[in-house]
Every structure is written in C-alpha cells, then in structure tokens.
C-alpha cells in the first residue's frame, strides 16, 4: 500500500521522467505536478483539500515545454493536479485522451477556449478546475457539456452573463467557483436555477442587490461568497433568507449596519467576513448575537472599543480580524476563551498587556498582518507595551518583557530634544557649555 506523501518533494525535469515511468509501471490512480511558480505550502497544513487527497505530489523546478504529451500514457490516472504548468491547448489535446479522469485540476495553464472544448470529451469527469484560463462564454459552453460535474471552479474566466447562462445548465452542479467573471445581474439569475448547490463563489461580479435576491432563492446553499459585489443593506436582507448558511463572506460591500442586523438573524452561521462594509458599534452589536460563530472577520470598519466589547459576547470565537478599525482596548477581547487568532494590524493598539493571557498560551504577537495560523497580528500598530523591536524578536522576547515588568514595573521618562539655531557667533557655544557643560571653557 502506497503512504501519501506529507510534503511536496521539488523535481526536476529528468526526475520527472523517472517518476512517470514509475507511475505507468505500478498504474497510479492519482498524481499533483504542481508548476515552478506554485505557492503551495510545503507543510501539509496548509495544502488544498484538492491537494491533500493525493497520494504523489511533486513540484517541477522549471517548466516542461511538452508536460501534457509526457502524461497521455498514464491511463490509470482517475485523479490529476496541474496547478500553473502553461500546458496549454496542446496540453489540453493530450489531457482529454486520460480517460478514466474524475478529479481534473488545470488551475492557470493558459488551455484557452479551444483547451475546454478537449476537456469537454473526459465525460466521467465530476470534478474539474478550469480556474485562470482564460475560457471566456464559448469555453463555458463545452464545458456545460460534461452532464456529471458535482464540483466546477471557472474563476477568472471572463465567461460573462452568457457563459453563466450555459453553466446553469449543470444541474447535478452541488460546489460551483464563478468568482471575477463579470457575470452582473444576469449571470446570477441563471446560476439561481442550479437548486442543488451546496456551495457557490461569486465574489467579484458585479451582481448588486438584485443579483443577492436571486441567489437568495438558492435554499440550500451552506456556503456563500458573494464578497465585492456592491452589495448594500436590502440585498443583506435577501441572503438573510437563507436559514442554512454556515458561512458567508460579504467582504468589500456596503451592507452598513442595517445589513449587518439582517445578516445576525442567520443563526447557523459559524464564519463570517464582513470587513469594509461601513459597519460601525451598533452593527457589531448585532453580529455578536451570532453565537455559533467561531470565525469572524470585521476589518476596515468604523468598529471602536465599544463594538469590540459587544464582539467578546461571541464565546466561540477562535479566529477574528479586526485590522484597520478603531479598537485602542484590547482587555474586552482577552475574555474570548478559544481565541487563537486575533488581526489588530493598522488599529491604534498600542498595548498588548490586556491580552497577556493569550500570549501566555503560547499565542505570539507577530509584526505581520498576513501570517498562517496562530498568533495576534500587530504590524502597524503604535505600541508601547511592548514596543515594536521587542515584538520582531519574536515571542520568547515579548514574554521577557513582561516578566522585566513585572519584576522592574514601569516609569515615566522624561525626555526632550534641545535644538540651539543662530547666525554664526551669537552664542550657541556659549549656551550650550553653560547649560550642559559646564566645566568647559567658554569660547573666545
């Protein structure tokens, strides 16, 4: 039995050839060849889930000019990841002769229009990523050809209102990814008719209000992007409509908190992004009544301490942005007993005392406001307690600074520049020696 590798293991061009001949020999059913530009995590953590179901993942170092040609052979294959390969068409051509493929990720090959109508012809397929390549309406439209699909992801397309017209037409579609695709209004009429999805990413569409009161009718979705779409309080109020949801991203909006009222009668709610959306205290308030909620986000909005305390009533929180509002007081939010992640970067934070029990649980502060996993993020803020270059030493020196205070306490210094400015030989020597020192001798 073959043990899934737990890291990504780098190849090259020459290794490659020994490991495909090894995957013809003993029929691999899976394989990840993720391209040298790749930003894939080498911890397993951090991977796909896509990813963390493969038994061989590699990383070529360079790019494989005919990498679809040396694929076509591996008949076995039932699943393939090719994350940003540059396969492109002809690459697809090969791809398309794999035809025992249920599982296909093509994620930013650059395969084009003509690269989809080869994907087309894998009809076993049901789950396919054709994420960053340039398909457009005519590439939606042999792709809505593949009757099988549960899971689609065409983000970054250009398929337009058109193309979602033909995707609509999946109807065994449960997972669907159609994010910065320009669909508008339109678009989202048509996907409103896909009644079995579960999950649908429209983030970066254009669909307004009137596109949210389309998807509303989507009742059993459980998870929801609709971030950057302009949408505003009564859009809000359609999604509110969705009893089922458990996570919903309206980041980059303009719900205010009126929409953020609508949005807090969604009780099975466990992650929410509302950052940017011109919520203030009054909307965090009714965000807080959320209280299955264990994954907020609320950055870039008018939130201040109070709508900070009223967040703490949240006592499954475990992951929480507040980046960019207009908390100083961290001591409401050291009551959040699962807290792990907290995001304070470009707040006016400037001590970090109240949270020293985070801290302490080995939670470090980081001068950063985009690290992975753990950790209360504090690049930008003003602090004092402790100061910046104690926190970009690292933890250990966050900690001994707490234990110096309390060992030392604290006192105020007093301190100021003097700057002496004059024509040439009006004094400033003379007062300068006089006040600072004095045992020298005047100047002549």
């Not at 009222?261 to 709610?269: D, G, H, P, Q, R």
């Not at 900070?308 to 050291?334: F, G, Q, R, V």
Request: hydrophobic share 35%; proline share 2%.
């Amino acid at each position: 039995m073959t043990t899934k590798q737990r890291i990504i293991q780098k190849i090259s061009a020459d290794e490659l050839d020994v490991i495909l001949q090894c995957a013809a020999d003993e029929k691999w059913t899976d394989l990840a060849l993720l391209g040298p530009t790749s930003s894939a995590k080498r911890e397993e953590k951090n991977w796909p889930e896509s990813l963390k179901k493969h038994t061989h993942k590699y990383q070529l170092t360079s790019v494989v000019s005919n990498l679809g040609e040396r694929l076509r052979n591996l008949l076995s294959l039932t699943s393939l990841f090719l994350w940003n390969n540059q396969i492109g068409e002809s690459g697809a051509e090969h791809i398309s002769k794999l035809s025992n493929l249920t599982t296909l990720n093509l994620g930013g090959n650059q395969i084009g229009e003509s690269g989809a109508e080869y994907i087309s012809k894998l009809n076993n397929l049901t789950t396919l990523n054709l994420g960053g390549n340039q398909v457009g309406d005519s590439g939606a439209e042999h792709i809505s050809k593949l009757s099988n699909l549960t899971t689609l992801n065409l983000a970054g397309n250009q398929i337009g209102e058109s193309g979602a017209e033909h995707i609509s037409k999946l109807s065994s579609l449960k997972k669907l990814s159609l994010s910065g695709n320009q669909v508008g209004i339109s678009g989202a009429e048509y996907i409103s008719k896909l009644s079995n999805l579960t999950t649908l990413d429209l983030g970066g569409n254009q669909a307004g209000d009137s596109g949210a009161g389309h998807i509303s009718k989507l009742s059993n979705l459980r998870t929801l992007n609709l971030g950057g779409n302009q949408v505003r309080d009564s859009g809000a109020e359609d999604i509110s409509k969705l009893s089922n949801l458990t996570a919903l991203d309206l980041g980059g909006n303009q719900v205010g908190d009126s929409g953020a009222k609508y949005i807090s009668e969604l009780s099975n709610l466990t992650a929410l992004n509302l950052s940017g959306n011109q919520v203030g205290d009054s909307g965090a308030k009714y965000i807080s009544e959320l209280s299955n909620l264990t994954t907020l986000s609320l950055g870039g909005n008018q939130i201040g301490d109070s709508g900070a305390e009223h967040i703490s009533e949240s006592k499954n929180l475990s992951k929480l942005d507040l980046s960019k509002t207009l908390i100083n007081d961290l001591a409401a939010l050291s009551h959040l007993p699962f807290l792990r992640s907290l995001n304070i970067s470009g707040t006016v934070v400037t001590d970090l005392s109240p949270v020293r029990s985070l801290l302490q649980k080995g939670i470090a502060a980081k001068w950063d406001r985009y690290a992975w996993g753990d950790g209360i993020l504090v690049e930008g803020c003003p602090l004092i307690h402790p100061p910046p270059e104690i926190v970009k030493q690292g933890h250990e020196a966050v900690l001994n600074y707490f234990r110096e205070i309390d060992v030392q306490g604290t006192a105020t210094l007093l301190e100021a520049k003097v700057l002496i400015v004059g024509e040439g030989r009006a004094g400033k020597t003379s007062l300068l020696r006089r006040l600072y020192q004095p045992d020298r001798p005047l100047p002549t």
